[in-house]
């Protein structure tokens, strides 16, 4: 047998296939297993708990004897209800920064230990490993995202009772429905986080340190909601990746006024497609040397 035998026509090694090469379940289990991925599970754990307490410990004659409806007194009118109030408060920057870690640690962290040249010269292919690692990302946030509301959902339920859903004004949603509208907030809230988890991702292709891709797309956000309270800046606000992050507080509405939605979700998709677009074209030209 000739030597040439062992090589493929496109000069890779005889029986070696790229699309092979780090399996999306391998990616998931290396991160998985991660202090910061168990971190921030047990933290989506124990925030809606700490919650929980920090309402019931809160609670006086003077909140109870309170006719009118805020935010946190309709918090304890159900698990549902208080599963809204986590998402309302968690909103703002507590998912930002979750999404901002899961993306934006993935390869500048690697870049960091040393370990991203090796993993390239397995041989995996560039544009490959970024998509792997992208959708590792997002398999994280989602998860992280789900695992609170269903810990708020059961934790809640348990000490605020099993009941239907009262908003704010005074509409009442059954639970059927009312979980209906829950899995639509989710699903909202996922696709509009990965405004800030592209860019956070975009910059991890661009910098060795993790911590400046993180904090670089937390700091970015958090200038656009402050961008966002300048009334003077009128439609302008409009087109900030941050315009419509509580729009899934009108799945509340009845009927639902679903505009602001479809507005924030192909408005997110567009930010998110172009900084992961950015990514990639960053990455397939950089010179991996850690």
């Known amino acids: 047998?000739?030597?040439?035998?062992?090589?493929?026509?496109?000069?890779?090694?005889?029986?070696?296939?790229?699309?092979?090469t780090l399996r999306l379940s391998v990616e998931l289990r290396r991160q998985f297993k991660r202090r910061r991925t168990i971190g921030v599970f047990a933290l989506m754990v124990a925030l809606p708990l700490v919650l929980i307490a920090a309402l019931q410990l809160g609670a006086s004659e003077e909140a109870s004897e309170n006719t009118?409806?805020?935010?946190?007194?309709?918090?304890?009118?159900?698990?549902?209800?208080?599963?809204l109030f986590v998402?309302?408060?968690?909103?703002?920057?507590?998912l930002v920064v979750v999404y901002a870690l899961f993306f934006g640690d993935t390869v500048a962290s690697e870049a960091q230990w040393g370990s991203l040249r090796?993993?390239?010269?397995?041989?995996?292919?560039?544009?490959?490993?970024?998509?792997?690692?992208w959708v590792a990302a997002?398999?994280?946030?989602?998860?992280?995202?789900?695992?609170?509301?269903?810990?708020a959902v059961v934790a809640g339920g348990i000490a605020f009772g099993f009941d239907d859903i009262r908003t704010p004004i005074g509409v009442t949603l059954s639970q059927g429905e009312g979980l209906l509208r829950l899995a639509g907030m989710l699903g909202y809230l996922a696709v509009h986080l990965l405004v800030v988890g592209a860019l956070a991702f975009w910059l991890s292709t661009v910098t060795d340190a993790p911590l400046a891709a993180v904090g670089g797309a937390v700091f970015t956000m958090v200038v656009f909601a402050i961008l966002d309270q300048v009334e003077q800046l009128g439609a302008i606000r409009d087109w900030f990746p941050t315009a419509?992050?509580?729009?899934?507080?009108?799945?509340?509405?009845?009927?639902?006024d679903s505009s602001d939605l479809l507005r924030g979700v192909i408005q997110s998709l567009v930010y998110a497609a172009v900084f992961t677009a950015l990514a990639f074209r960053s990455f397939s030209r950089r010179d991996v040397t850690s």
């Not at 946030?141 to 695992?147: D, M």
């Open 68 to 83: 009118r409806i805020n935010l946190v007194d309709v918090a304890t009118s159900s698990g549902l209800n208080f599963t």
């Open 118 to 133: 090796y993993t390239l010269a397995t041989p995996v292919p560039r544009a490959r490993l970024l998509r792997q690692k």
């Open 1 to 20: 047998m000739t030597a040439t035998e062992h090589v493929q026509p496109t000069g890779a090694v005889a029986g070696y296939r790229p699309g092979r």
């Open 87 to 94: 998402l309302f408060a968690t909103t703002s920057f507590f």
């Open 244 to 256: 419509e992050e509580f729009a899934w507080t009108d799945l509340l509405q009845t009927p639902v």
């Open 138 to 151: 997002l398999v994280l946030s989602v998860a992280a995202l789900l695992t609170l509301a269903v810990v």
